[in-house]
């Protein structure tokens, strides 16, 4: 099975900051990679499927990037409403998580 | 718009079987994938398996044992069994529409673009 692995598990920072959330596959998955981003009490949204493909009403500021078995998630200028909880999920073979990364407010 | 509802007991004894529902209104569910994902308190997302339209199934291999998926096109209803729950199985419950889209490298791939609200479940005595 392919495994997803995800970091940092943890991310401070401050409004306005660029970040960037990593996930690895354990073998290559070409660009079956999604990303969705959830707030507490929700279900997750999706934001960038198939590694850099944004969902139509998705903010530009959200971009992705990778193929193979290394994939980024890049928030250009972070805002108020982006402190969430992020997921990349792989849809190669089975439909595997990674472990999540918490962005919250430095 | 399309949107999905999860119904079902919100407590289970151990070892019995744990059963939800996932009612799909405002559209079809021909053509698309039906799955379930689940997510324990303060844990991450843990996707359990889908089922298509035709009834096509695939879980994931540590459920497999204990799991299985149905559906009920007539009603626009999809189901989830869980047998022999443990305190482990205690999560929030999702039900889920896939989709497939072309992606910039010209591949189809498949995504979660609808979610229901959840519903937890305890597993307890």
């Known amino acids: 099975d392919t495994q997803v692995t995800q970091s940092p598990p943890s991310l401070s920072a401050s409004v306005g900051d660029r970040v960037t959330i990593t996930c690895r596959a354990s073998q290559s998955i070409n660009d079956y990679l999604n990303w969705y981003q959830q707030k507490p009490g929700k279900a997750p949204k999706l934001l960038i499927y198939?590694?850099?493909n944004l969902r139509s009403g998705v903010p530009s500021r959200f971009s992705g990037s990778g193929s193979g078995t290394d994939f980024t998630l890049t928030i250009s200028s972070l805002q108020t409403e982006d402190f969430a909880t992020y997921y990349c999920?792989?849809?190669?073979?089975?439909?595997?998580f990674g472990q999540g990364t918490k962005l919250e407010i430095k | 718009q399309v949107q999905l509802q999860e119904s079902g007991p919100g407590l289970v004894k151990p070892s019995e079987t744990l059963s939800l529902t996932c009612t799909v209104s405002?559209?079809?569910?021909?053509?698309?994938?039906w799955n379930w994902i689940r997510q324990p308190p303060g844990k991450g997302l843990e996707w359990i398996g889908y089922?298509?339209?035709?009834?096509?199934?695939k879980y994931n291999p540590s459920l497999k044992d204990r799991v299985t998926i149905s559906v009920d096109t007539s009603k626009k209803q999809f189901s989830l069994k869980l047998n022999t729950v443990t305190a482990a199985d205690t999560a929030v419950y999702y039900c889920?529409?896939?989709?497939?889209?072309?992606?910039?490298?010209?591949?189809?791939?498949?995504?979660?673009?609808?979610w229901g609200r959840g519903t937890l479940v305890a597993v307890s005595s």
């Open positions: 198939g590694a850099s």
């Open positions: 999920q792989e849809s190669y073979r089975t439909r595997t």
């Open positions: 405002g559209g079809s569910m021909s053509g698309y994938y």
């Open positions: 089922i298509y339209y035709s009834g096509t199934t």
């Open positions: 889920a529409r896939e989709v497939e889209a072309r992606a910039v490298s010209g591949a189809l791939v498949e995504f979660f673009d609808i």
